[in-house]
C-alpha cells in the first residue's frame, strides 16, 4: 500500500468561475453496449449511431475497469459534430460516479481570474480520484415513528429577551432482533427534514458527525402507496444490533484535499 503525505502548509485554492448550464449530451447514460461489446440497436442510453467508434471505446472501457491502461491518454478524432463530446461523456457515464470526470472548454484555460498552467493543474487533479476508507460508529435501522414538539421560549435573564421556538422530539428505530427510542436535538430534527425522512424509511446515522444517510424505503412498507416514482429504492430491514461498526469508502479528488487543506481549520474543518 502506497502512502500518502498530505503537505500541512495552508495555500489558498482559487475556484474557476463557470457557467453551468444544460448541455446538449444531458441526456447520455453510457455507451450503449451489450455485454460483447455491440451497440444495441434503437438509441441505447442516448447513442445512437458510430457502432465502430463506441466499440473502440468499448474496449478502452473494459481496459479501464482491469487497470491495464492507467496513466494513459485518449484521443478522440474527428469531424466537428461526429460524437466525440457525446463518446467521451458515454464513456465517463459507463464508468460510474466514483470516477471523476471534468470537462473543459479552451475560454476557461484562458481566464482572467488565473494562468493556463494553474487552469490546467487544476482540471488535472479535479480528475484524479481517491478512496478513503474510514472505520465508524453507525446506528442503522427502520424508522418506526418521528414525534417533534415546538416549544416557545419563555423570557429569558432580567433584561427580558424572548427566546425562539424550541424543537425537541424522539426517534424510533428497529431492526429485526430490537427497537429503541431516541430522543432528539434541534440539529437532529433539521437534519432528518433536510433529507426528508419519514416513518418506513431504513437510515444510517454516523455517531460522530451525526450525518444522516437515507438507503431506500423498507419492503414492509411497499404497500403504503398505490404508485411510487422511479427512483424509490427498497431494501430489507437491518438484522442485529442498532450500532455497529461499519467501513465507509469516501471517493475524493486531489482538487478537494486541496481545497480542505488550504482552509484555516484545516483537513477536519
Same mark, same amino acid.
Do not use: W
Given at each position: 500500500?502506497?502512502?500518502?503525505?498530505?503537505?500541512?502548509?495552508?495555500?489558498?485554492?482559487?475556484?474557476?468561475?463557470?457557467?453551468?448550464?444544460?448541455?446538449?449530451?444531458?441526456?447520455?447514460?453510457?455507451?450503449?453496449?451489450?455485454?460483447?461489446?455491440?451497440?444495441?440497436?434503437?438509441?441505447?442510453?442516448?447513442?445512437?449511431?458510430?457502432?465502430?467508434?463506441?466499440?473502440?471505446?468499448?474496449?478502452?472501457?473494459?481496459?479501464?475497469?482491469?487497470?491495464?491502461?492507467?496513466?494513459?491518454?485518449?484521443?478522440?478524432?474527428?469531424?466537428?459534430?461526429?460524437?466525440?463530446?457525446?463518446?467521451?461523456?458515454?464513456?465517463?457515464?459507463?464508468?460510474?460516479? &466514483? !470516477?471523476? @470526470?471534468?470537462?473543459?472548454? %479552451?475560454?476557461?484555460?484562458?481566464?482572467?481570474? +488565473?494562468? /493556463? *498552467?494553474?487552469? #490546467? =493543474?487544476?482540471?488535472?487533479?479535479?480528475?484524479?480520484?481517491?478512496?478513503?476508507?474510514?472505520?465508524?460508529?453507525?446506528?442503522?435501522?427502520?424508522?418506526?415513528?418521528?414525534?417533534? &414538539? !415546538?416549544? @416557545?421560549?419563555?423570557?429569558? %435573564?432580567?433584561?427580558?429577551?424572548?427566546?425562539? +421556538?424550541? /424543537? *425537541?422530539?424522539? #426517534? =424510533?428505530?428497529?431492526?429485526?432482533?430490537?427497537?429503541?427510542?431516541?430522543?432528539?436535538?434541534?440539529?437532529?430534527?433539521?437534519?432528518?427534514?433536510?433529507?426528508?425522512?419519514?416513518?418506513?424509511?431504513?437510515?444510517?446515522?454516523?455517531?460522530?458527525?451525526?450525518?444522516?444517510?437515507?438507503?431506500?424505503?423498507?419492503?414492509?412498507?411497499?404497500?403504503?402507496?398505490?404508485?411510487?416514482?422511479?427512483?424509490?429504492?427498497?431494501?430489507?430491514?437491518?438484522?442485529?444490533?442498532?450500532?455497529?461498526?461499519?467501513?465507509?469508502?469516501?471517493?475524493?479528488?486531489?482538487?478537494?484535499?486541496?481545497?480542505?487543506?488550504?482552509?484555516?481549520?484545516?483537513?477536519?474543518?
Amino acid at each position: 500500500m502506497a502512502d500518502i503525505n498530505l503537505s500541512t502548509t495552508t495555500t489558498t485554492v482559487r475556484e474557476l468561475t463557470r457557467l453551468e448550464r444544460i448541455g446538449a449530451h444531458s441526456h447520455i447514460r453510457g455507451l450503449g453496449l451489450s455485454e460483447d461489446l455491440e451497440p444495441r440497436k434503437g438509441g441505447s442510453q442516448g447513442m445512437v449511431g458510430q457502432s465502430a467508434a463506441r466499440r473502440a471505446v468499448g474496449v478502452v472501457y473494459r481496459m479501464i475497469s482491469e487497470g491495464k491502461i492507467g496513466g494513459r491518454a485518449i484521443l478522440l478524432a474527428g469531424k466537428p459534430g461526429t460524437g466525440k463530446t457525446a463518446i467521451a461523456m458515454g464513456l465517463a457515464q459507463q464508468l460510474g460516479e &466514483d !470516477t471523476p @470526470f471534468t470537462t473543459m472548454s %479552451g475560454s476557461e484555460v484562458f481566464s482572467l481570474e +488565473m494562468s /493556463k *498552467t494553474e487552469a #490546467l =493543474t487544476q482540471a488535472l487533479r479535479k480528475s484524479i480520484g481517491v478512496q478513503i476508507l474510514e472505520e465508524t460508529e453507525v446506528m442503522e435501522g427502520e424508522v418506526v415513528e418521528i414525534q417533534i &414538539d !415546538t416549544a @416557545f421560549g419563555g423570557e429569558k %435573564g432580567k433584561g427580558g429577551s424572548k427566546g425562539g +421556538m424550541e /424543537k *425537541t422530539g424522539r #426517534l =424510533t428505530l428497529c431492526t429485526t432482533d430490537m427497537e429503541t427510542v431516541y430522543d432528539l436535538g434541534t440539529k437532529m430534527i433539521d437534519a432528518l427534514s433536510k433529507e426528508k425522512v419519514t416513518a418506513g424509511d431504513v437510515i444510517t446515522i454516523d455517531k460522530a458527525s451525526g450525518k444522516i444517510t437515507k438507503l431506500g424505503r423498507s419492503f414492509s412498507r411497499s404497500r403504503d402507496y398505490d404508485a411510487m416514482g422511479s427512483q424509490t429504492r427498497f431494501v430489507q430491514c437491518p438484522e442485529g444490533e442498532l450500532q455497529k461498526r461499519k467501513e465507509v469508502v469516501h471517493n475524493v479528488s486531489l482538487h478537494e484535499i486541496d481545497v480542505i487543506n488550504s482552509r484555516q481549520q484545516g483537513f477536519l474543518a
